[in-house]
């Protein structure tokens, strides 16, 4: 029987870094795998093959499409006959996943880490570590690292298959559905809601929350509604789905809406409600493993379950469902295993809704920091007061900057506007080290860049922007 250092169970955001990590620490690892595309192995899990990279592969390429339909005539540039060529884009998309997942395999054999293809199964203890089944065969290991990450949750009365997809179908569509349904105004549903409609389609979203995006900032949150519903998505809050049927030639949904009845015929229905672990196949039952009351591994501060040498990060463990979280999980445990000082910041952890305007924050909002004792103060400016911005021709939105009222440290950013998923980035760097709003105003931005726009909101906040 092969025997292992660490065996890592998933090859997605948190299994592979925890691999590549693992044996960078001279630990000889394996990382188990059971994802296929096209019947074949693609490491990466759903991040990877059916997540971020193709959403934001397809994000990227319907933004062009509307640029050239609808904005490029501002910049004095006219383009007669612009056509979707649907195929292509889904193979670029397509490319663009056999690139990153080949490039997971890459580093896996530069770093020596052995790929195992198939389910990974806890079988039982052996010699302090354990015996796990891949396939037809066992494999031993003395650290096993769970990473089998998410899968979407089901609404019970439509579940996936024909015309109700899930994220995956949602980015495989060979045709642009003319009508299609969302339900859920989440991540997902803007996100893929926003693809169909630069395309063509007509989107309704479906919420069952009386509001838009409650994690969010309200003013980031009302500031984005306002440009998707502009952009031609329609959204209804408060919403009961009461019956859903896929007809074979589209899904009838029946909802409640302010006490009344509608339905409504859509070509396609994505769900979009959230996600659940991914325990499948993993024998927990059998060796004890213990899961909390909704399916999530349990573990204590530093990634341990209950079994002695097992370990769990990513989705499976919950929290915030963000590949970027997993992988700093995958880090953290891995260091831990091998003595040293792994630890994940969760109060810094960057989140970004990839609309168009891009939607970004870290740390607490206005209404968090107040509930959690702080007296602060906040700066705010607006992409309109930039000439980077102006010269882009996209000047929605703002950066608002929430900090202490009396030490002036840093406990928030939040951003809805051109390109601040890149520059939610420096706001998270500032954080990270505990800075203050003097700090980031104090620091030099280059002009022309829309970083300048940071730059303001930290000025904000003692009242002393510049350009607005
Ligand atoms: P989500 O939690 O972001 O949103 C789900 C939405 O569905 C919520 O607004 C919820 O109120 C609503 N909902 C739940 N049940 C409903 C019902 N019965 N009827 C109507 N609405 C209902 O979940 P998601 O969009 O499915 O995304 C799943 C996970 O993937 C999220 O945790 C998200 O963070 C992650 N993700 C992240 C990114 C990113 O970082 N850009 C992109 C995609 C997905």
Redesign the pocket.
């Given at each position: 029987m092969d025997t292992y250092d660490v065996l890592v169970i998933g090859g997605g955001p948190a299994g592979y870094v925890a691999a590549i990590r693992a044996a960078q620490l001279g630990l000889k690892t394996a990382c188990v795998d059971a994802f296929e595309r096209n019947g074949k192995a693609s490491l990466g899990g759903t991040c990877l093959n059916v997540?971020?990279i193709p959403?934001k592969a397809m994000l990227d390429s319907s933004e062009r499409f509307e640029m050239v339909q609808h904005e490029l005539s501002d910049h004095g540039i006219d383009v007669a006959g612009a056509t979707l060529n649907l195929a292509r884009m889904l193979a670029r998309k397509d490319a663009v996943v056999d690139k990153m997942s080949g490039g997971v395999s890459f580093l896996f054999k530069k770093n020596k880490v052995t790929s195992l293809h198939g389910l990974g199964r806890l079988v039982r203890q052996d010699q302090g570590g354990w015996v796990v089944a891949v396939g037809g065969t066992e494999v031993a290991a003395k650290h096993v690292i769970i990473a089998t990450g998410s899968n979407p949750r089901e609404?019970p009365i439509a579940p996936f298959g024909g015309n109700v997809l899930d994220n995956a179908g949602a980015l495989a569509l060979t045709e642009v559905p003319a009508r299609l349904g969302v339900?859920?105004?989440?991540?997902?549903?803007v996100?893929l809601g926003s693809v169909w409609r630069r395309l063509g389609a007509q989107v309704t979203v479906?919420?069952?929350?009386p509001g838009f995006l409650s994690a969010a900032d309200p003013a980031v949150a009302r500031e984005a509604l306002k440009q998707l519903q502009k952009q031609g998505l329609d959204f209804h809050f408060s919403?009961r789905?009461e019956t859903v049927e896929d007809t074979g030639a589209g899904v009838r949904v029946v909802y409640t809406e302010k006490d009344q009845q509608v339905t409504v015929e859509f070509d396609k229905l994505i769900v979009?409600?959230?996600?659940v672990p991914n325990t499948r196949g993993l024998g927990a039952e059998d060796v004890g493993l213990e899961l909390d009351e909704r399916g999530f591994v349990r573990t204590d501060a530093h990634y341990r379950t209950n079994l002695p040498n097992v370990y769990a990060v990513g989705d499976v463990i919950g929290g915030?469902?963000?590949a970027h979280k997993a992988e700093e999980e995958g880090v953290a445990v891995v260091e831990l295993i091998a003595g040293q000082a792994g630890h994940v910041n969760y109060d810094v952890v960057p989140w970004?809704?990839?609309t168009s305007p891009e939607i970004a924050w870290a740390g607490m909002t206005e209404a968090q920091a107040k509930e959690r004792g702080h007296d602060v103060k906040v700066g705010q400016f607006p992409f309109s007061a930039n000439g980077r911005a102006a010269g882009h021709n996209d000047t929605r939105g703002f950066v608002k900057v929430v900090a202490d009222a009396a030490s002036d440290r840093i406990l928030g950013v939040h951003m809805v506007g051109p390109n601040v998923s890149e520059l939610i980035g420096e706001a998270v760097a500032v954080m990270e080290f505990a800075g203050s709003s003097e700090d980031l105003a104090r620091i030099v931005h280059a002009h022309p860049t829309l970083s300048e726009v940071v730059k303001e909101a930290a000025l904000g906040v003692e009242k002393r922007t510049i350009h607005a």
């Open positions: 997540g971020c959403s609404l339900i859920g105004a989440g991540v997902i549903g996100e479906l919420e069952a929350l919403v789905i979009a409600i959230g996600r915030a469902m963000l970004v809704i990839y």
